[in-house]
């Protein structure tokens, strides 16, 4: 089902599924947003941690939009801090980390900024800097397939160890 360029880009729409596996997120909505310069994930709690003398972000994360039962808590190397305007003019310092993004069969790294999107309709948004690999067409969605809530509670059921 994966659709791709001759020149090996993913061709998406303006919204797509993909995993962050190093979070342990086998499945997330994301909102393709090439009008943003920066990626960013819905996380709460977030707290800063020194460990090796090395900063580390501690967040939590409800992966799936208006479900609260399943949870991934978090830990990430802080890669940076930095100040984020968001499309009303709001700036918010943000931490920055850096993790695999996974859509269809293609997986590279990107950075991103953890705050509260609760008020938002995605737990993720992939802004222009993570966009390397592909070409969107804004007219379409989901263009590296659907998944069902019936997947997803599969999916989910898998990645928790349930059978």
């Not at 941690?49 to 990430?76: E, G, H, T, W």
Request: glycine share 4%; net charge positive.
């Amino acid at each position: 089902m994966t659709r791709m360029l001759e020149d090996n880009k993913l061709i998406v729409g303006w919204r797509e599924w993909g995993s962050l596996p190093a979070l342990d997120i086998p499945a997330i909505k994301i909102k393709i947003d090439t009008g943003a310069k920066t990626s960013t994930l819905h996380a709460l709690d977030i707290e800063i941690m020194i460990r090796d003398q090395k900063r580390y972000a501690q967040f939590c994360v409800y992966p799936l939009q208006n479900n609260s039962s399943i949870l991934r808590q978090c830990i990430l190397p802080v890669l940076d801090e930095r100040i984020i305007k968001s499309s009303n003019g709001h700036e918010e310092q943000r931490i920055t980390v850096l993790t695999p993004i996974r859509i269809a069969e293609k997986q590279w790294d990107i950075e991103l900024t953890l705050t509260d999107r609760s008020t938002m309709f995605f737990n993720m948004l992939l802004g222009r800097q993570a966009m390397k690999n592909l070409l969107v067409d804004p007219t379409k969605s989901f263009c590296q397939g659907r998944i069902t809530s019936r997947r997803l509670e599969e999916i989910y059921s898998v990645a928790l160890g349930a059978e």
